[in-house]
Structure formats: C-alpha cells, structure tokens
C-alpha cells in the first residue's frame, strides 16, 4: 500500500475488477472498483440496466433501504444489495472516494467475508488526494433502542467498536469484542471473519427465494450441535467479530468517518442504520472536523464469550 499523507482523502491508484456470487440472488456478479477524485464519496452505478447507465446511488445513509437480510442502497428504483463488507472495507483501510461499476442487483458475497476485498485493494493501492478527510466528531451521546437490543455512540478520541451478541445457542452464545479501527486492526481482527446462518434459517430462506448463492464456501452454517463447515472457524469468536465487520460497513453510511466509540448489543443492519440517522438527526450531537491524524489509545482486539439474527437471516441476536 502506498504511504498516505496524514488527514487527506484517498482513492485507488488502478481499477480492480472482481467478481462472484451474490448471496441471495445467486447471480454471478462482476464488479470494477475505479479511482475517483476528491469529494465523490462511494458511488455505485448499475452497468447491467441500460438507464442506469448515468445514475449514481450513494453510499449514504440517505439511500438506505431494505436492511432485513442485508444492508441495500437505492435510488431512483434502482437498489444495490449486500454492501456492508465492501464498504467496511472501504471504511477500513481509508478510502474514501470509490465509483463502483457493477452489473447486477447485489455485491459478491465472496468467502462471506471481506478478505477479498481487502487483497483487490491491496493489490493496486491507495493514492492521496489534494483534499483533507472530514471527520464526524460525536460530542455527546445518543442511543437507539429496538426491543432488548440497543445501540449508543459516544466520545471518543478515536474510531472504537465495542460489539456484543445474544444468541440462545450453545454454539454461539454471548459474545463481545472491542476494537480501535485502524487498517491494521481492519485486516487482522475484523476482515477475515464470515457472515454466518443457523441451519434451520438458511433452509427457510432458500424456500422463501433468498440465500440462493449461499454455501458453506460463503458462510458459517450452524447446525444444532456443531459447525457444518469442515474447516471450522476461523476464531473462536468469528461470529461476534462478523458483526463487528458488518457496523463497520454500515456505520460508513454516515459519509465521513465518526470519531467516536460505538457500542451495541443484539445489534444488526437495522440498528446500525438507525443508529447512524440518529446521530445526524441531532445537530447538537457531532460536528465535522479536520484531524491530520487518529492516535487511539492502544487496544487489540478483545474478546469474551460467556456462553458457548443469523448473518444469513434476519438479525435477531
């Protein structure tokens, strides 16, 4: 990766194509990620339906759609499904300004995680730009609550995801993770992990038309009594640690990087949506800002887990 200027926006050195399958559609999805100048953001345009051709759908909180079984954008009629692990990526290591060509409905799931997308970026780079990187500082907090579950962001001199699951399975259990996101930590802690289903979910999901691209070469499947995936896990904690993934991704929708630690419990696509409009709903609550660089204080990533929403399925942890 090229060494990035302190505080200024970035965008890819080269275009980088990638392609897979979506994991709801089953579609085969190729996708081109190009350089773009400063201040454009992320910006998806369908290449595959003819009047799209010149119609740009943000990646921004004021694009959201359905976020049940994933995170979707739209505009004008047109939606992209399955953002959240390209855009954490993007989050992640620092992009910040991305057209993204693609020719079907949904992002390729990939491995179900976001290391492919990290080794595509990696493997043309990042070039800074003649702009400084906005930053959304939170000076107060704000919660969300949706049932038993809740998500709050406070201040914090640095980007901190404090991630906690509930799952009424023995496999799964209680869980928590705490990460100070910087590319290093995106790439060793938080990139590898994959979004993960219960067996009885994907079945139900596969019947209802969904989840027709998944696999156990895309996701975690958890049967009753064991994993069904012959490699296992990748960490003991790879479930709470997806999620982790997954807010990354959403929480980019804000459009700038929020200074601040974000904290949530049973949380998923739909709370971390909410949790992002509540914090813009609120004027008092944040202000952009300038930072020429993050010093975080030093945290790998920690993990509990007190036991032993499905990422597939509906979010319900």
């Known amino acids: 990766m090229a060494k990035r200027q302190a505080g200024t926006q970035t965008t890819l050195r080269d275009r980088v194509t990638i392609s897979g399958v979506g994991v709801h559609s089953g579609a085969t999805v190729t996708m081109t990620l190009l350089p773009a100048e400063a201040d454009t953001g992320i910006l998806f345009y369908r290449t595959d339906i003819d009047v799209a051709a010149d119609v740009a759908i943000p990646a921004r909180i004021d694009a959201i759609g359905p976020t049940e079984l994933c995170t979707t954008l739209n505009i004008d009629r047109l939606s992209v499904a399955t953002v959240e692990h390209l855009l954490a990526t993007f989050s992640g290591l620092s992009v910040d300004n991305v057209i993204v060509e693609i020719d079907g409905p949904e992002v390729p799931v990939m491995d179900g995680s976001a290391v492919a997308f990290v080794d595509a970026i990696e493997s043309v780079g990042l070039v800074p730009l003649a702009a400084p990187r906005a930053y959304?500082?939170?000076?107060?907090?704000?919660?969300?609550?949706?049932g038993s579950s809740y998500a709050e962001l406070r201040p914090f001199d640095g980007r901190r995801f404090e991630i906690e699951i509930d799952f009424d399975h023995r496999l799964v259990g209680r869980q928590m993770v705490i990460v100070d996101l910087t590319a290093e930590s995106f790439r060793n802690e938080l990139a590898r992990a994959r979004t993960f289903g219960f067996l009885a979910d994907v079945e139900r999901l596969i019947a209802a038309g969904f989840a027709r691209g998944a696999s156990l070469d895309n996701a975690v499947v958890v049967a009753e009594d064991r994993i069904l995936n012959p490699e296992g896990l990748r960490a003991s904690d790879e479930f709470v640690r997806h999620k982790a993934l997954d807010a990354v991704g959403d929480l980019a929708l804000a459009g700038a990087p929020i200074l601040g630690a974000y904290r949530s419990y049973r949380g998923g696509h739909k709370l971390n949506a909410r949790m992002v409009e509540a914090l813009l709903s609120d004027p008092s609550a944040y202000r952009?800002?300038?930072?020429?660089?993050?010093?975080p204080e030093p945290m790998r990533a920690e993990s509990a887990v007190a036991l032993a929403g499905a990422a597939l399925g509906p979010d319900r942890s």
């Open 136 to 146: 959304i500082e939170v000076l107060h907090p704000v919660r969300v609550e949706q």
């Open 288 to 295: 952009i800002v300038e930072r020429p660089s993050l010093r």
